[in-house]
């Protein structure tokens, strides 16, 4: 089992709408989970990060986690062209920062 | 405040040789963390330094080393290059350890030939 899964898409959506991305995570002891977002050739820029469970809303962004369920999700409202990208989730796990292999989102005009 | 910054951005080298990319943290910040990214494995964590001491690493060959300066500037060393090295390998800073935000660098693209 990785630990850190996302699930690699693509997930194609309208301009518009809701985009919803899941993560899950092995190690019951992270503390920490980020989402990153990377354009094609550039470096991950971070776009949330949260710490304790429940829903954490950052402008079109909401970050939920659940450690009961080792689940982390990110939804953006509103979606847009300029949010295609790839959305990598990361936890920390042993005293490092593992990431996922990233969910590649389109969102079509 | 500045951002992450990595030099040099890219690096052409042939097998056997060896290769140190440097980092230099946001202002502040003691943790640096380095990544590799290729397009089959994804990120993967290397190593990360704290006070110029090595606090965890990933699993990587010896031939992978690294060090932390007094500043909290970094560098990465690679010895013995293999074709598989070809990567983009990524510095990025945090305050004080992995559970705070991390913020990436642009990244040093290396290629062995």
């Known amino acids: 089992q990785k630990e850190v899964e996302q699930n690699s898409g693509p997930l194609s959506v309208p301009e518009g709408a809701i985009a919803s991305l899941n993560c899950t995570y092995s190690?019951?002891?992270?503390?920490?989970f980020f989402w990153y977002r990377q354009y094609s050739g550039k470096s991950p820029e971070l776009i949330m990060f949260?710490?304790?469970?429940g829903d954490k809303e950052d402008g079109r962004f909401t970050a939920q986690l659940n450690k009961a369920s080792q689940y982390v999700s990110l939804l953006i409202r509103d979606s847009q062209p300029s949010d295609s990208a790839t959305y990598l989730c990361?936890?920390?796990?042993?005293?490092?920062?593992?990431f996922g292999q990233g969910t590649i989102l389109t969102v079509h005009p | 405040k500045a951002g992450v910054t990595q030099t040099p951005r890219y690096l052409i080298k042939t097998r056997g040789q060896q290769v140190t990319l440097s980092c230099s943290p946001i202002?502040?910040?003691?943790?640096v963390s380095w990544y590799q990214q290729t397009p089959g494995q994804g990120l993967q964590f290397l190593f990360e330094?704290?006070?110029?001491?090595?606090?965890n690493k990933g699993n990587f060959p010896g031939r992978f080393s690294g060090r932390q300066f007094s500043n909290s500037r970094s560098e990465m060393n690679v010895s013995t290059l293999e074709l598989g090295d070809s990567a983009l390998y990524l510095c990025?800073?945090?305050?004080?350890?992995?559970?705070?935000?991390?913020?990436f660098g642009p990244g040093t693209r290396l290629t062995v030939l």
């Open positions: 949260i710490y304790s469970n």
């Open positions: 190690d019951r002891g992270s503390q920490s």
């Open positions: 330094y704290f006070s110029e001491t090595q606090r």
């Open positions: 990361a936890v920390t796990s042993y005293g490092k920062l593992t």
């Open positions: 202002s502040g910040h003691r943790s």
């Open positions: 990025a800073s945090s305050l004080r350890d992995v559970d705070n935000e991390q913020f």
